[in-house]
Each structure stands twice: as C-alpha cells, then as structure tokens.
C-alpha cells in the first residue's frame, strides 16, 4: 500500500465517503412512501427506489456539469414522478419532505466516526464537498463528525463546484496551509481525485466499489476501498 508523508492535514468530501448517500436514499424513499400513502399506493418499493435513482443521477450529471442549483431538487421530484406515471403536482410535497429527511438519517460510511477522530487528533481535518448547506451540515451533525473538522467548504456557499482547484484552494487557505500539505480522501475519481491533484494536493481514492478511474489523466496517490485503511498510509 502507497504511504503519504509529509502532511498536516486531510480533507473529505461527504457523500458516498463518509455519509452513505445511497443507503440514506433508500431509508428516506421508504419514510416517504410510508408517509404520502395515496400518492405511492399500490407502487412497489423496489419500482420507486429505481425511479428516484433514475431521477437523480440525470440531475446529479446535470449539477456536476454546471447546471444552475436553484430548482434542481425539484426537477429530480418530477422526473422522479414521471418515471412512476404519478402527476408531477405532487413534486414540491416530495421535495420538502425528502429534504426535510434525508439529512436526518444516521447512515455513516463504516468507519468514518473512528477514522475521522483518530486523524482529528493528529492533523487538522476538514471537508470539501459538492453541496446543499441546508443538508451537508445536517448529515455531518447526524453523523457525529460536524465538530470534528478545522473547515467545512461548500460549493454553494464558495460559489466552485469540485473538480474546481479553487474550492480545494479555499480549504487549504483556510487551515493556513499550502496545498501540497494536504491529503484529500474523496469517492470521485473526476471530482475528488483529479480536482484534488489539480489544485497541488495528495489525492486518496477512496474507491469503494472497485470501479475504474475515469479518463482524467490523473493517477492517485493512494487507493482504498475501506476508510479505516486510510490512518494506514499515513506517516
């Protein structure tokens, strides 16, 4: 395994690293259809998992590419909707309550309390992520990290979305370091891997599923598939 040296610092992204937004979605799909029965009546919950998965990643490409933030959430309900063949009248009830609890799930990536502790006590940590405030912070709080980090830094409160250098750049600033003092741990290789490298840092894929890095020209400089191999590499 690649060792990491010479660092004073590790940065996260958050989804699907150390919020499992996956198994989140899928909790809140079930709180939903438990509470709009007439909405979702008779509709198998398999049928509408794959629905709001369909719906997400059209507008999770779409966000990634640069699409405008303001109403997504709620394009993602009414394609949701339509995908089921249930009115798109429906879309904003669906929204306010997928947000309103979504971030409350405890859906932690395995490891990631103990891991981030452990770092915490050593090198300054913080967080770079593609995301909305009103439920990054939240997920973070829930999971029991929000406390646990030097800097928090958002797309939608920095105004760069990832593979941007500058919101890894704002990290760096922010914890008084240079960029190449940082390790940055994320599940995206475009996103994390190369936006991280990009912006002068160590970049750690966190590559969970084992899925092939993406044409980016990057290699990086440390590959786990389980967070609590990260402290390993450090030195």
């Not at 660092?7 to 690293?17: E, K, N, P, R, Y």
């Not at 779409?62 to 879309?91: K, M, N, Q, T, V």
């Not at 990631?112 to 915490?120: D, G, I, N, P, R």
Request: glycine content about 8%.
């Amino acid at each position: 395994m690649d060792k990491i040296k010479n660092i004073s610092a590790v940065l996260f992204d958050v989804d699907d690293t150390l919020f499992d937004r996956k198994a989140a979605q899928g909790l809140v799909l079930e709180t939903i259809v438990e509470k709009l029965p007439d909405i979702f009546h008779g509709i198998e919950i398999e049928r509408i998992k794959a629905a709001f998965i369909g719906s997400d990643l059209v507008t999770t490409r779409d966000f990634d590419a640069g699409a405008p933030s303001e109403g997504l959430r709620d394009i993602r309900s009414r394609l949701f909707l339509r995908y089921l063949g249930i009115s798109e009248e429906y879309a904003e009830t669906v929204t306010n309550l997928y947000v309103h609890e979504y971030p409350t799930v405890n859906a932690p990536v395995p490891g990631a309390y103990s891991v981030v502790s452990e770092l915490a006590a050593k090198y300054a940590t913080g967080v770079v992520s593609n995301g909305f405030p009103d439920v990054q912070y939240t997920k973070l709080a829930t999971i029991g990290l929000k406390d646990k980090f030097a800097c928090i830094v958002l797309s939608e409160e920095t105004g760069i979305r990832k593979p941007a250098s500058g919101i890894f750049a704002r990290a760096a600033s922010l914890l008084n370091l240079q960029p190449g003092e940082c390790l940055y741990t994320g599940n995206s290789y475009i996103n994390d891997m190369v936006g991280a490298a990009n912006a002068g840092m160590m970049a750690c894929w966190f590559n969970r599923d084992s899925v092939m890095p993406e044409d980016g020209g990057v290699r990086a400089d440390a590959v786990i598939s389980d967070l609590k191999e990260l402290a390993a590499i450090l030195q």
